[in-house]
């Protein structure tokens, strides 16, 4: 009880506090990684080896600089993530009703394994599909493909992000289902009208054939059902 009877001074100590050590945790990530840079670029550049890209192109003087060090620094964020997570959850602890402290208990380290999932899904299936779809209408348009390191980065950082954000679909229905929002009968209810949008947005992410749709709808849809469970587990 005391903790919210902090002056407002103290508060915004513990918030520069906090900014301070989750930067702290970025940069020490990113510095060790620096020392592995070149492997980081030819681990990145690894997908296009399967549809005949062996080097990727850069457009500027800076740009074969400076996305290698954005490619360390998002490395550096991915890895520190655990420890900014965990500073964030000191500095709101105090604040947290006892319903949302078990709220965050329940869901934080199964919202990690399942953003490491979508990760994982993006590079293994959706990056590939997209990447190969996409030459073989530059080529069938008779067209040469000159891919460059920086939009090969804004590409990859955007599916991974897409994917882990689609992946996050079970945990933020749980949360709202702990809070009473929604439940399992209305969820179930809507369970047409989801798949339904589902292979609408597989169609938007995906390469416009039929059997690289079904193979990104597939999960998407199997991560509904899934919610459909998380959220009973959860009801009141």
């Known amino acids: 009880m005391q903790d919210k009877k902090m002056p407002l001074s103290e508060h915004f100590a513990d918030?520069?506090?906090?900014?301070?050590?989750?930067?702290?945790?970025?940069?020490?990530?990113?510095?060790?990684?620096?020392?592995?840079?070149?492997?980081?670029?030819?681990?990145?550049?690894?997908?296009?080896?399967?549809?005949?890209?062996?080097?990727?192109?850069?457009?500027?003087?800076?740009?074969?600089?400076?996305?290698?060090?954005?490619?360390?620094?998002?490395?550096?964020?991915?890895?520190?993530?655990?420890?900014?997570?965990?500073?964030?959850?000191?500095f709101a602890w105090p604040a947290l009703r006892q319903n949302e402290k078990k709220i965050l208990q329940t869901f934080v380290i199964p919202s990690f394994l399942i953003a490491i999932l979508g990760a994982f899904f993006a590079w293994q299936v959706l990056i590939p599909i997209s990447i190969e779809f996409l030459l073989k209408a530059t080529t069938n348009n008779n067209l040469q493909a000159t891919w460059t390191l920086q939009y090969w980065f804004i590409f990859v950082q955007s599916m991974l992000i897409a994917s882990v954000a689609a992946f996050q679909l079970p945990i933020v229905m749980g949360v709202l289902a702990r809070f009473g929002l929604i439940d399992s009968h209305t969820v179930r209810e809507k369970g047409p009208h989801a798949i339904v949008g589902l292979l609408i947005l597989s169609g938007f992410i995906t390469p416009p054939d039929v059997v690289t749709q079904i193979i990104i709808a597939i999960p998407l849809i199997l991560l509904f059902y899934f919610s459909i469970f998380i959220v009973k587990a959860n009801e009141d």
């Open 15 to 90: 918030l520069q506090k906090t900014l301070l050590n989750s930067l702290l945790y970025c940069f020490f990530a990113s510095v060790l990684l620096s020392f592995f840079h070149k492997e980081l670029l030819i681990a990145f550049q690894e997908p296009l080896k399967n549809v005949g890209i062996s080097a990727l192109n850069v457009l500027s003087p800076q740009e074969g600089f400076l996305i290698p060090i954005k490619l360390v620094l998002m490395c550096g964020l991915i890895v520190a993530t655990p420890l900014i997570v965990r500073e964030v959850a000191l």
